[in-house]
Structure formats: structure tokens, C-alpha cells
């Protein structure tokens, strides 16, 4: 039974930072490419960041780069996200996700919300 639990959400005051984390279950983590993704009111789901199996490579949406760093412990299986000089623009509902090649995984999202 595949699982993905995101934690470490919350209100944040701009400029602030928060780290995200995923736990990941029922599936061989290490072999599989592993992402963020957000949701903001109103907007559809875009791709924060992502990274290799091996956490060897990582990418990252534009308006992410310089400030946010995904990373990955294939030991403990967790997945995470360092946000820092968080804006308003960044308050979404962030989903851990992956795929395997013949179904994907989804968590069911947390929210971080940046506001004064």
C-alpha cells in the first residue's frame, strides 16, 4: 500500500522560511524520481521542484530558484522542501509526489500559508 504524508506546514510571515517533509511508503523510494508540487486558490497545480533518485540532480521552477531547495534521505525514506524568503505568492497547498512508470503517487497536501 503505497503512502505519502506530507508534513511541517503552516502560517509564515513573509520573508520567513518553513521545511516541508514527506514520508514515503509501500514503494521503493530510492528508485523513483520525486517531486513538489503546489496549489494555489484559484490557479491550477504547477511543479516546484524536483529530484533523482539518487538526489544526485535537482530542478526547480523559476520562481522558486535561489530560494527554496528540495532534498532527499533514501535511508529513511523521507522526502523534503527548505523554503526560505517565503512570499505571499507562495501560499498554496503543497503535494509530495511520484511515479513509478505505470501508476503515480500523490499525497494528500498540506498548506502553508505566508501572510503578516
Known amino acids: 500500500q503505497v503512502q505519502l504524508v506530507e508534513s511541517g506546514g503552516g502560517l509564515v510571515q513573509p520573508g520567513g522560511s518553513l521545511r516541508l517533509s514527506c514520508a514515503a511508503s509501500?514503494?521503493?523510494?530510492?528508485?523513483?524520481?520525486m517531486s513538489w508540487y503546489r496549489q494555489a486558490p484559484g490557479k491550477e497545480r504547477e511543479l516546484v521542484a524536483g529530484i533523482t533518485s539518487t538526489g544526485g540532480s535537482t530542478n526547480y521552477a523559476d520562481s522558486m530558484k535561489g530560494r527554496f531547495t528540495i532534498s532527499r534521505d533514501n535511508v529513511k525514506n523521507m522526502l523534503y522542501l527548505q523554503m526560505n524568503s517565503l512570499k505571499p505568492e507562495d501560499t498554496a497547498v503543497y503535494y509530495c509526489y511520484a511515479d513509478s512508470g505505470h501508476a503515480e503517487y500523490w499525497g494528500k497536501g498540506i498548506l502553508v500559508t505566508v501572510s503578516s
Open positions: 509501500g514503494f521503493t523510494f530510492s528508485r523513483l524520481y
